[in-house]
């Protein structure tokens, strides 16, 4: 079924090395979620949208991070200059509405490994 | 931010209930209760939601205390599949994006 597809699957950069990540969410969902997950944590929010509007960007962890969503269905995060630290698992979800009562689709991530 | 606190592990047998803890003394009156759960290399996956009655579904059960600072999840049979690290998360409706807050889950083993 179509589910979240979030590419690469796995990326490797070199230390100040600029990298782009896809999401492509479920069709048709208003709400899209970026989420970093560090080896052994739970995900950490990045940022979120409605529709193409970026409604909190409260957990981006420095300007090098940047995140898009220009026509409301495909986003892309995107850090500049690549630092060691930045290596995770980045997760994109998406839900069909703001409601809280609805559950989130999670892809299965990108693995970043900064060298 | 209400914050959730769970037992960082747990076993059980094959084919026997298992009761996942979850204290959230914060909690407030428009919380949501959800759980999702995370396979080695996959995103999370839901499970079940609830706010103040008891829930079930396909997948699992889910009971919340009466004062709602603390539900427990329950999988009636466990199986080797359902080895996963289980999060007991609160949506937060007061930030305007309704973020799910992760912490750091309950990883289940389940023994053959």
């Known amino acids: 079924g179509a589910g979240v597809s979030q590419s690469p699957r796995y990326k490797v950069a070199k230390r100040g090395q600029d990298v782009a990540l896809r999401c492509d969410p479920i069709s048709g969902h208003v709400s899209l979620f970026w989420y970093q997950q560090a080896l052994g944590q739970g995900p950490e929010f990045l940022t979120y949208?409605?529709?193409?509007?970026?409604?909190?960007k409260s957990g981006l962890p420095s300007d090098r991070f940047f995140a898009e969503r220009p026509e409301g269905s495909v986003s892309t995060l995107k850090i500049q200059r690549t630092q060691q630290e930045d290596s995770a698992v980045y997760l994109c979800?998406?839900?069909?509405?703001?409601?809280?009562?609805?559950?989130?689709?999670f892809g299965q991530g990108t693995r970043l490994t900064v060298v | 931010d209400a914050k959730t606190t769970q037992p960082n592990s747990m076993e059980s047998n094959e084919e026997e209930p298992v009761h996942l803890p979850c204290n959230h003394s914060?909690?407030?009156?428009?919380?949501?209760i959800h759980w999702y759960r995370q396979l080695p290399s996959q995103g999370p996956e839901y499970v079940i939601h609830g706010l103040t009655s008891n829930v079930n579904n396909r997948m699992a059960s889910l009971a919340i205390a009466e004062d709602r600072k603390s539900s427990t999840l329950i999988l009636h049979r466990a199986t080797l599949r359902d080895a996963a690290v289980y999060y007991c998360?609160?949506?937060?409706?007061?930030?305007?994006?309704?973020?799910?807050?992760f912490g750091t889950g309950t990883r289940l083993k389940v023994l053959a």
């Open positions: 998360i609160l949506r937060d409706i007061t930030s305007g994006t309704y973020k799910y807050i």
């Open positions: 914060t909690i407030s009156g428009t919380d949501y």
């Open positions: 979800a998406s839900s069909p509405d703001r409601s809280v009562n609805t559950e989130a689709f």
């Open positions: 949208f409605q529709n193409e509007a970026q409604l909190d």
